[in-house]
């Protein structure tokens, strides 16, 4: 078969309008780059914006929005209050019955009328992400091993060791993965069958940005780490307040933080002062922030690729990451461009270290910079996606 030309693309919500996610975030970015390369490119969607209720917010439909044609569908009705008692369980790591686990799979987020629409469409190849939506699976089942390619965005944990993972894993066409970690984690967890497909990745496009300018809207002197994306447990955001708190206590050291994204900041109202919140800003200004930030503060150690990271580095600013996150350790790693902590004592030598010598924070930022212009180019990207797509 030759290079398809009709793909769909399953994605749970529309990134954008205040909705952010790393995984959506990248399968749109990969259908605006296949629609732009000549391909008939359908994006399917969810009606909903928020990852906590996934209540339907906007009509279904279809739309045009950003050179794509998107398909909105409502979410289906399902037990929220069921699936998040099982869903608690497994992410503490308990045990769920075939039958716990069928009902978690049954009252998680789909769309019966999205998956029907891909029954009957007779797309060339269809790509879903990421892994542990209801809806991802759905996708995988329905479009059959042939059409089917996943990003699966996997992470090491427990949901990823549930029976249905590995099925979905085993009965997927190719795999799309972000990083070499990740393919060798399916290969770990799913052997060789569940691990089909190669490392593709994200590209990135240079910008231009305005770190005095962002200084000077929000008033803002004093060094800062930033924050861009969810605010939640599982992207580790908890510690970063109580870092904060630390490091002001323990240095006297004037640092403050900025975050942009969505949820709440779970800060102790003594550091609240030195804590801006900006919540949901367009692109332009979250990279005049990356610009202006002394570092990138990544506290989450369940990433696939980390695409604020190479923003942060196309801002020629340093990062810090967690010892205990694979993929963003090695990709610091790779790119000379950040630090890693396994603890607070890490934490407070490195920021330390960016503060009183700001020629080490700008050439870490430098060396990040020149490692994403030269792997992450768009073009290299797009040859790995087309092949993934045969």
Known sequence: MGAPSRIAFVCPRWPGEGAVGGAETLLKAL???AAAGGAEVTFLTTCAASHHTWENARPAGDA????????????SPRDAGRFAALNGRIGRGGRLSPDEEKA??????????????LKQADYDR?????????????????????RIRMVPCLHDEPFARLAGVAEMFRACGKCLFNAEGERQLAQRLFGADGARGDVVGMGMDDFACDAAGFRA???????????????????????????????????GRDLRMVFTGT??????????PFVTDLGFVDEKEKHDAMAASLAFFHP??????????????????????????????????ASNGGLWFRHY????????????????????????????LREYAWEAIDRKFRAAML
Do not use: M
């Open 64 to 75: 045009e929005l950003e050179g794509l044609h998107v398909k909105f569908f409502p979410v």
């Open 217 to 251: 809207r929000h008033g803002i002197d004093a060094p800062f780490l930033l924050y861009c994306g969810r605010r939640e447990p599982l992207k580790g955001t908890p510690l970063i307040c109580d870092y904060l708190a630390a490091f002001r206590s323990r240095t």
């Open 104 to 117: 978690w799979w049954a009252n998680g987020v789909r769309s019966d009328e999205l998956v029907e629409h």
């Open 345 to 372: 004592a890490d934490f407070e030598e490195e920021v330390l270290l960016l503060l009183d010598k700001p020629d080490v924070a700008d050439a870490l930022g430098a060396a990040g910079r020149t490692f994403v």
């Open 126 to 146: 269809v790509v879903t992400g990421p892994y542990l939506l209801s809806l991802t699976r759905d996708a995988v089942f329905a479009a059959g091993r042939d």
């Open 31 to 33: 259908a605006r780059r």
């Open 300 to 333: 989450s150690r369940l990433e696939s690729f980390g695409i604020v990271l190479f923003e942060s580095w196309l801002a020629g600013r340093p990062c810090l990451v967690r010892d205990q996150s694979p993929v963003l350790k090695a990709q610091c790693r």
């Open 263 to 272: 949820g709440e900041i779970e800060c102790p109202a003594k550091i609240r």
